[in-house]
């Protein structure tokens, strides 16, 4: 099995079927994958106010991608097994941005009341890469990486990077980490692989809008599971199943990550009736994000319920 890098030329701004492959790759292969913060690298500094230092940046979220694995075809399950995420840079940034976020008005959800004032977030990385530490409030927060993007390629539309759905994308689900595997739905021959936004650490719900916000290196390794079909994200840690559902209103996304759940358990060998039960005692649910265009939410169980005794 090959292992391959990928250090972008440019980045893309959107989950498209119709963007050239980055690289090819068979089943098996491992990527590196170089992915750029979400805001470009332009707030630097904490006189870096995003309403300056973004005004000319037309689209955020750049992309790596999309990889176009050999075998993998519309009705298939794509695999993305995470070995590690190496940050690139010594600093995470985070901000409070006007009309953004899950504490104050934005386009969709208005109100009269004035934003939020601005403000830039600098953490440091500290403790040989385990920590992050910001001066102003003087915490220490430990350092858990993840993707906040990780997607195939939808069906027919080109859809901007600041949005989770069935193909993955914007989740911002701090399960997308080392150690867990990624399972997407294919919908285009080669997949289409896309990835990116990785956060050096985030509560859950990205409350603010602005998770800490890192350059990094992810490795990963693909496979694809022919002839098997799934309808939105699935990720399998070592001792847990998730299901993902991206949707506006809140309730929506969590009906669409536990229906998921309890389809994902008849595999198990349970009823859809048994999971509803059982699921309703030891499931669990987070959310992911309640910022982006849609929330996501995530959906699980523990492995050791899922031998009957």
């Known amino acids: 099995m090959a292992t391959h890098e990928?250090?972008?030329?440019?980045?893309?701004?959107?989950?498209?079927?119709?963007?050239?492959?980055?690289?090819?790759?068979?089943?098996?292969?491992?990527?590196?994958?170089h992915t750029e913060d979400a805001f470009e690298s332009r707030i630097k500094t904490l006189d870096d106010l995003p309403s300056k230092a973004l005004k000319t940046a037309k689209f955020?979220?750049?992309?790596?991608?999309?990889?176009?694995?050999?075998?993998?075809?519309?009705?298939?399950?794509l695999v993305v097994d995470f070995k590690s995420i190496e940050f690139t840079r010594d600093w995470a940034v985070s901000a409070v941005i006007e009309y953004f976020g899950g504490l104050q008005s934005n386009d969709i959800t208005?109100?009269?009341?004035?934003?939020?004032?601005?403000?830039?977030?600098?953490?440091?990385?500290?403790?040989?890469?385990?920590?992050?530490y910001?001066?102003?409030?003087?915490?220490?927060i430990p350092a858990r990486p993840f993707c906040g993007t990780c997607a195939t390629a939808p069906d027919l539309e080109a859809i901007q990077a600041l949005t989770p759905g069935p193909f993955g994308g914007n989740m911002d689900v701090p399960d997308v980490r080392p150690?867990?595997?990624?399972?997407?739905?294919?919908?285009?021959?080669?997949?289409?692989?896309?990835?990116?936004?990785?956060?050096?650490?985030?509560g859950q719900g990205e409350l603010c809008g602005v998770a800490l916000e890192i350059t990094a290196k992810a490795t990963v390794t693909f496979d694809v599971i022919k002839g098997q079909t799934i309808s939105w994200p699935r990720i399998e840690s070592p001792n847990r199943i998730m299901t993902v559902g991206s949707a506006k209103p809140m309730e929506?996304?969590?009906?669409?990550?536990?229906?998921?759940l309890i389809k994902w358990?008849?595999?198990?060998?349970?009823?859809?009736e048994e999971s509803y039960q059982l699921c309703t005692q030891v499931g669990g649910l987070y959310v992911g994000n309640m910022v982006d265009t849609v929330y996501s939410l995530v959906a699980s169980i523990e492995k050791k319920y899922l031998t009957r005794q």
């Open 6 to 33: 990928i250090k972008p030329e440019f980045y893309n701004y959107v989950f498209s079927p119709y963007l050239e492959p980055a690289i090819t790759i068979d089943r098996g292969d491992t990527v590196i994958f």
């Open 110 to 132: 208005r109100t009269m009341q004035a934003p939020l004032k601005e403000k830039v977030w600098l953490w440091k990385l500290v403790d040989d890469g385990q920590a992050f």
């Open 60 to 77: 955020l979220n750049p992309q790596t991608g999309p990889v176009f694995i050999n075998g993998a075809e519309p009705g298939d399950t």
């Open 179 to 202: 150690g867990n595997k990624i399972y997407l739905p294919v919908w285009n021959e080669g997949a289409l692989f896309y990835i990116g936004d990785c956060h050096g650490s985030q």
């Open 265 to 272: 358990m008849e595999d198990y060998g349970f009823t859809p």
């Open 134 to 140: 910001n001066e102003e409030i003087r915490v220490k």
């Open 252 to 260: 929506d996304a969590a009906r669409i990550a536990y229906s998921e």
